[in-house]
């Protein structure tokens, strides 16, 4: 049980989240009673009104890119390949002009911290709008709510037929809220698995009835678990499952965007007729209608002040919006604002410690992780001596040595590389002497190498023995594309000889 606000108050009479009882003018007193959240209790259905406004439209115009997005980027190619495809089993990530390989995982961790630290910047300035504009949870679960409305009707229709008895008409419109439901969860599931195995082959094999039991799997796993959120638990994953909901606080300030109440001039609340002067009753604003709370998706009241299950996603604003114009009083009793302006009426304050600190923090982060990305050379070279003997003395005089070259063109384009070898000193710096000639290189000096392959070949290295000056030479590998010499690696080895007195 989770006690929050005042300890010490009576707890309040159960309140019906469906309720639209107007009842009697409720007291401040009211207002501060505590909430009592039982974990153990049987979660009761929401049903929430649809009402038009402007943040239901911004929430509509917010969905569609994402929706897009994510439906619709499998399918995008770039030189014939999926342009965003995960491939687990070769460990590359494409995404688009990009292949991340496992050696690029820092990337991927940089670009995990720049998201939460975007979110955090996004929460100190404007709340939860992600939870309440993008999230997928949200999203998945307002289309659920939308397929639902279609079939069932608006909220009261809802409350009505699942209170009725099963009739035919009941069972057909549930089957056909389940039917949509599951088809657009399969598509979910089956576009999500389309980002790690080739959409055009998953459906095509789908199709024909040739999906690998692993495809298959996957997509039926995540279809349920698309069916489960949106259909089922909905608001339940943001008030227990989401670890968000927990500590957005901490990322709060006094000046960040939030829904908010404003007291002063809402209370007392309760019913008036229309054209009733305000004065006469003693009665704030609120007309206790109750219509902030039946749109809301978490069947919160936010007239009990800021709760953590507020997702910031600004319906009762509309609807409450929607009222007051209906009884000409100013709109913005429910409005986003900040706790500094509510409290002080000072305007909303974009110079702020906290929120100029995740900015810098943000930009530093992007600047270094587009410069890292930008001098990334995607090739890698791997050189390993023939450990099963030292060196080998030819019938030639000459002192050589084995290694197995690997390279791997990380680009997307094939590349022809021409490899050279040059004695150092540790630091790398070229260490031919004046009197002894650079080792002699006997192996593919150009080698063309495909995008994304890797290969491995045996090259050698030789010295006359008269010339050796040292048993143990630092040797270096260097690899450079003949077409793009930006694109060039380098890796040191050991050139062993046998030890000599005369050196
Ligand atoms: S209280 Fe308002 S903003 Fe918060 S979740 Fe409910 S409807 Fe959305
Ligand atoms: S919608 Fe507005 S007027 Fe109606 S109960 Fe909510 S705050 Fe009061």
Same mark, same amino acid.
């Not at 389940?178 to 576009?191: A, D, N, P």
């Not at 006469?280 to 978490?298: A, I, K, N, R, S």
């Given at each position: ?91 590359? =990530? ?230 007051? %114009? ?112 650079? =080792? ?15 290969? %491995? ?18 040797? %270096? ?27």
């Amino acid at each position: 049980m989770n006690k929050r606000d005042n300890k010490d108050a009576e707890p309040p009479p159960a309140r019906d989240k469906n309720s639209s009882d107007k009842g009697g003018a409720k007291t401040a007193e009211h207002n501060e009673a505590i909430h009592v959240l039982n974990l153990y209790q049987t979660a009761e259905k929401i049903y929430t009104r649809r009402l038009e406004g402007f943040y239901r439209s911004l929430r509509r115009w917010a969905w569609i890119p994402m929706l897009a997005g994510y439906f619709l980027i499998p399918w995008l190619s770039i030189d014939g390949r999926q342009a965003v495809w995960f491939d687990l089993a070769e460990r590359k =990530f494409h995404i688009f002009w990009i292949t991340l390989w496992p050696q690029d995982l820092p990337f991927l961790a940089a670009l995990l911290i720049i998201s939460a630290f975007a979110l955090f910047t996004i929460t100190n300035l404007l709340g939860r709008v992600w939870c309440g504009f993008s999230c997928p949870q949200t999203v998945w679960t307002g289309i659920f709510i939308a397929i639902e409305d279609w079939f069932e009707g608006d909220r009261n229709k809802r409350i009505k037929l699942d209170a009725q008895p099963w009739s035919v008409d009941k069972i057909a419109r549930k089957s056909a809220v389940q039917l949509c439901w599951v088809s657009f969860s399969f598509i979910t599931g089956l576009t999500f698995v389309g980002y790690f195995n080739p959409i055009r082959e998953l459906v095509s094999d789908l199709f024909y009835l040739s999906i690998s039991g692993a495809a298959l799997f996957w997509t039926l796993l995540f279809t349920a678990l698309t069916w489960a959120n949106a259909g089922l638990m909905r608001e339940q994953i943001c008030l227990y499952v989401c670890p968000y909901a927990r500590f957005q606080s901490v990322m709060f300030d006094s000046d960040t965007l939030i829904v908010s109440y404003n007291q002063n001039r809402g209370e007392v609340r309760g019913p008036r007729k229309a054209n009733q002067d305000i004065r006469e009753t003693g009665l704030g604003d609120c007309v206790d209608c109750t219509l902030c709370v039946q749109v809301c998706p978490t069947g919160i009241d936010i007239r009990d002040g800021l709760q953590y299950e507020c997702i910031s996603c600004g319906l009762c604003i509309d609807a409450c919006n929607a009222v007051m %114009e209906k009884m000409h009083y100013p709109p913005g009793l429910i409005d986003f604002t900040t706790e500094n302006t509510l409290k002080n009426g000072v305007g909303f304050r974009w110079l702020r410690p906290r929120l100029v600190g995740y900015f810098s923090v943000l930009a530093l982060l992007c600047s270094l992780f587009v410069y890292q990305l930008s001098v990334r050379i995607p090739l890698e070279i791997d050189i390993i001596r023939d450990r099963s003997m030292l060196y080998r003395a030819t019938p030639e005089g000459m002192i050589e040595n084995s290694y197995q070259l690997k390279i791997n063109n990380m680009d997307q384009q094939t590349h022809q590389y021409s490899i050279s070898v040059r004695p150092v000193v540790e630091d790398g710096a070229d260490n031919t002497s004046e009197k002894t000639e650079p =080792f002699i290189y006997l192996g593919q000096s150009q080698v063309e190498v495909a995008e994304g392959e890797v290969i %491995e070949m045996l090259v050698r290295l030789q010295i006359p023995e008269q010339q050796i000056e040292q048993s143990n030479t630092a040797v %270096e590998f260097i690899v450079v594309s003949t077409t793009t010499p930006t694109v060039k690696n380098t890796e040191i080895s050991r050139f062993l000889a046998p030890a000599r007195a005369a050196y």
